[in-house]
């Protein structure tokens, strides 16, 4: 039974960093109909900016208990993102707004193979440990165990997540986030600022993303410029298994998709197949559902 | 028209030159004295370009001590040259820069660095009878392949496997144990060897898992483990997935050891473990190196030539080079099919120990060092000779 307990945990926290990431898949995909395969690399210049921004205070003799001293990496790290992820649109993606689907997929790829080589660059390659600021103590919970860290992952993502359903469920900027990705023509007859409301999804999409990059590194003890590559591929699974474009699919599909790794791995098959197994899954949901658990709209637009 | 006339004009001009070259050749053979040329390989450039520039400093150092110390073949005084390549890790490459060797006529090649790309150059360098010394490729099939070109002065993974399954069960005093592996030619390669010298030894294997090179999240793998209570794990694999790999064995409350190869027997695995490094185990082959015969005086030499730190191999090729040339001299030949078989019959004793190969060219009697944390270093703690038998 505790094993089960671990093994759910374990799934837990591991789908709510996918989730995070999905997010900002998700959002994209759902304003513009693009894969934004630059993202996982967002969510690494993230981790590696904190990582960098905490190991300067540290080196500035900045003595802050552990998670203040962490909140002022990521303070640091998600307006450098914010940047780049506004940035990537407006170079990448808004010059091919019109152009076929495959464009703007190649610079995408394009953008973040750039991404990796520049932090191999700035960073070296080889992995870089986590600054050991936060305690690691596991806490045990009805025999399995689990780390304030993790509490941390899980509850922050949640939090995360719901403030993200408010904002576009509930604002202005979400009315238009939900108008331009429906119609963006009429919307911007409605007197909406696609151009705005598509660079803000953007930019927020880079922020959630370098808050999941934090948490892999932190959660992990380490962070390297390729760290963001198989990350962006899972989340970007999830996304698809909930539904793209849909932001209620991400959430669940990420939670889900942890949670199949880790049983899949842990009962069903040898460890080795984990991600063989997570694929299978995600097709055979497919074959029932093509638009995903929860997605809705399977027609294309003309 | 002109140009043909000119392109027969040159051609006839590289002939006559060709011929003079050929001939001051041909003098110099009848001299007393003779340039002979040794090629060296590493990744010089890269990621890799500290171990590979090492590994090219130590034969630099050989070739030089050669040189000062005279030596005679044939009735001629030799003069060594070392012919420098890089192969980028890259394997390639690695080819390229072998027919390179082959094609300039070196008598031997001291190198690759890497399995993956010492393996790939080995096929060509027998193809043209060139003896070929790798001092840090530890992959079996290296001299698995039947070539008799290939040789190596460090212990293999076949070794260290045993080595490791040996300490396991017998200073450890672990009954079950679970191996982890990266999927890598390297770390599966290494757990198999591990786990079939474990199993000789009375250890249970009591779990096989494998996450990839790339994986960090081993919090499944590691749950399904714990509820076995393995005494020991073992991991397959370099630095970058053993320091995860540790943190979240503590993390788990799985509070066995851990212990594997050379793949992280590295300052950066200490980082990476963070607070679960002290006490883990990996192994280097090898003896410790304060304890090889002469490894503090060439310490020194090193220093005082290139005013750097050793990183790795130096030593090792040091030694590949002058087992080299105490065939050659054994064989009072510098032509690699005469000196050849007298290098199969190598007893020679270098700065890394007493060297002899077995029929395969792998070190006879390699041994492998363990190494545990103690205070967030390295330290050694036992030396292992691996059973030739095993090999």
């Not at chain 1, 973040?112 to 080889?126: F, G, P, T």
């Amino acid at each position: 039974m505790s094993e089960f307990l671990q093994q759910v945990l374990n799934g837990l926290v591991v789908g709510s960093m996918y989730a995070l990431i999905a997010l900002g898949y998700t959002m994209v995909y759902g304003i513009l109909q693009i894969i934004n395969f630059a993202h996982g690399e967002v969510m690494m210049i993230g981790a590696m900016v904190t990582l960098s921004a905490i190991n300067l205070l540290i080196g500035a003799g900045v003595h802050l208990p552990g998670p203040l001293m962490v909140l002022a990496g990521v303070v640091m790290a998600i307006p450098v993102t914010m940047v780049l992820g506004f940035l990537i649109e407006r170079i990448a993606y808004r010059p091919l707004r019109n152009a076929p689907r495959l464009a703007p997929l190649i610079t995408a790829i394009g953008i973040s193979i750039l991404l990796q080589q520049v932090a191999v660059l700035v960073w070296k390659s080889n992995p870089r440990s986590f600054p050991e600021v936060l305690l690691q103590h596991p806490i045990e919970v009805f025999g399995a165990s689990i780390t304030g860290v993790q509490i941390a992952i899980i509850m922050l993502a949640l939090s995360i997540m719901s403030g993200l359903l408010w904002l576009v469920e509930k604002t202005k900027l979400g009315r238009a986030m939900r108008a331009v990705s429906m119609n963006p023509s009429v919307a911007t007859l409605m007197g909406v600022d696609t151009n705005r409301v598509i660079s803000l999804t953007f930019v927020i999409g880079s922020a959630l993303a370098a808050i999941a990059g934090v948490m892999w590194a932190a959660n992990y003890g380490l962070a390297n410029p390729t760290m963001g590559f198989t990350p962006g591929l899972k989340a970007f699974t999830a996304a698809v298994l909930g539904g793209i474009g849909n932001v209620w699919g991400a959430m669940v599909g990420g939670l889900l998709l942890g949670l199949i790794e880790s049983l899949g791995a842990g009962y069903l098959v040898p460890s080795e197949y984990r991600d063989v197994f997570a694929f299978l899954v995600l097709v055979m949901v497919l074959i029932l559902r093509p638009s995903g658990l929860l997605g809705e709209r399977v027609a294309e637009r003309a | 028209m002109t140009l043909t006339r000119v392109g027969v004009l040159a051609a006839v001009l590289a002939l006559t030159a060709c011929s003079k070259q050929g001939a001051e050749t041909a003098a110099n053979s009848t001299a007393t004295s003779l340039t002979v040329k040794i090629g060296h390989v590493a990744p010089i450039t890269g990621d890799q370009g500290h171990l590979g520039k090492d590994n090219e400093n130590g034969a630099q150092l050989a070739v030089d001590d050669l040189n000062v110390e005279g030596i005679t073949i044939g009735g001629k005084k030799i003069t060594f040259e070392l012919m420098k390549e890089d192969d980028q890790h890259d394997p390639k490459q690695a080819p390229i820069v072998a027919q390179r060797f082959v094609d300039a006529q070196v008598v031997g090649v001291i190198g690759h660095l890497n399995s993956g790309t010492t393996i790939p150059a080995s096929a060509i360098y027998h193809a043209a009878g060139i003896p070929q010394i790798s001092p840090s490729a530890t992959n079996p099939v290296f001299t698995q392949q039947g070539f008799n070109t290939a040789f190596r002065v460090i212990a293999n993974d076949v070794a260290q496997g045993a080595a490791l399954a040996k300490f396991v069960a017998e200073t450890m005093k672990a009954k079950k144990v679970a191996i982890v592996d990266d999927q890598s030619a390297y770390g599966k390669g290494l757990a198999d060897e591990f786990e079939k010298a474990a199993k000789l030894n009375g250890v249970e294997i009591i779990a096989r898992e494998a996450g990839d090179d790339k994986t960090t999240d081993f919090t499944a793998i590691l749950t399904k483990i714990k509820s076995k209570k393995p005494d020991v794990v073992f991991f397959g694999g370099m630095d970058a997935q053993a320091g995860p790999l540790a943190q979240q064995m503590k993390k788990l409350g799985l509070t066995a050891k851990v212990i594997g190869g050379d793949g992280f027997q590295t300052p950066e695995f200490i980082k990476l473990a963070g607070d679960n490094a002290e006490g883990q185990y990996a192994s280097q082959p090898g003896t410790p190196k304060d304890k090889m015969p002469g490894y503090a005086e060439f310490d020194k030499k090193y220093r005082a030539r290139f005013n750097l730190e050793i990183q790795n191999y130096a030593a090792f090729t040091y030694d590949a080079v002058r087992v080299m040339v105490a065939a050659m001299q054994k064989a009072d030949s510098t032509e690699p099919a005469k000196y050849l078989p007298m290098l199969a019959n190598t007893d020679y004793n270098g700065v890394t120990g007493n060297i002899k190969f077995d029929a395969k060219g792998d070190l006879l009697n390699g041994a492998v060092t363990v190494y545990h944390v103690v205070s967030g270093q390295w330290e050694s703690v036992a030396t292992i000779a691996a059973p030739s038998a095993v090999q």
